[in-house]
């Protein structure tokens, strides 16, 4: 099973490259940014890739909504160029709040939109043609949309937890990028669906990259209430507060693997036998720099071991 960690932006993108360089050196395979609305996550990850070799990069996650899988299928196999085939794209559904309040368009038919969206994208990616009319968007190519030295084919994955997405993302995506799914909501929830999705459709077994908050600290009940804050952004989302209650949690910090080594390590365990392929710990910045080393050491030695 692989390791990675969810880096936090910086200043500057010196900044970030010089985190990553430092994720890699200690043993991590991975490094993922999110999509907000400053940094452009591929561009940053196209960067992240070609400065620091050997280190693969991702994208968690790109909402479908205010995007065109045209745009973002250009993106993402720039990146893949230029990192020489070490970039994961990752999608998501976005939140109805965020979505109608920055762009101004309904949030409407979000399960159609990632189906539409998913079925161009992969075309695009596979073929560098499409030619999608769907009831909520088209995609179409008079002009090649391939980009030279894009190879791999860009592994296509999804921020999925819910029911349909979940079937959506098997049939159509590699894998998913759970949040804040514990052990239990995935083993008996979330990695039976996307498998028997994707079996199903004849696709492959999807990949299961858990992001998981957590850090490596002598202060566990000091580092646990700068998680409750931190945290607590995800509780006013339906989709979250679902998932954390299959998880058997009441917040979302219920779900920080906070503690030592020992601790940890047990933790990483469990997602392992939940069924996680990979999995990427956030947040690992919450108690300074000192538990964010203390904790990359021990995820570095846990991916080589």
Known sequence: MTIGVALSLQ?????TVHLAREAHEAGLRSAWFGQTFSYDSPTLAAIVGREVPGLHVGTSAIP???RHPLLVSSQAQTAQAATGGRYHLGLALGTKKLTEEAFGIPHERPIGRLREFLTAIRQLLETGTSDFRGELLTA??????????????V???????????????????DGILPL?????????HIVPAVTAAAEAAGRPAPRIVAFVPGVVTADAERVRETATEALAFYEQFPS?????????ATRAADLAVI???ETVAAEVRRYQEAGATEVVFTSTE?????????????????ANG
């Open 155 to 173: 592994p296509l994955l999804v921020a999925a937890m819910a029911p349909q997405a979940l079937r959506v993302s098997g049939e159509l995506a």
């Open 11 to 15: 200043d500057r993108v010196d900044g």
């Open 180 to 188: 804040l799914a514990g052990p239990r909501a995935l083993a008996e």
């Open 64 to 66: 479908v909504f205010g």
């Open 259 to 261: 503690g030592d080594e």
């Open 240 to 248: 979250y507060q679902r998932v954390i209650a299959l998880s058997g």
């Open 286 to 302: 919450l108690a300074g720099d000192a538990d964010r080393r203390r904790t990359w050491k021990l995820l570095g030695e846990l």
């Open 140 to 153: 179409t190519t008079p002009l090649p949309a391939r980009v030279p030295g894009a190879e791999p084919q």
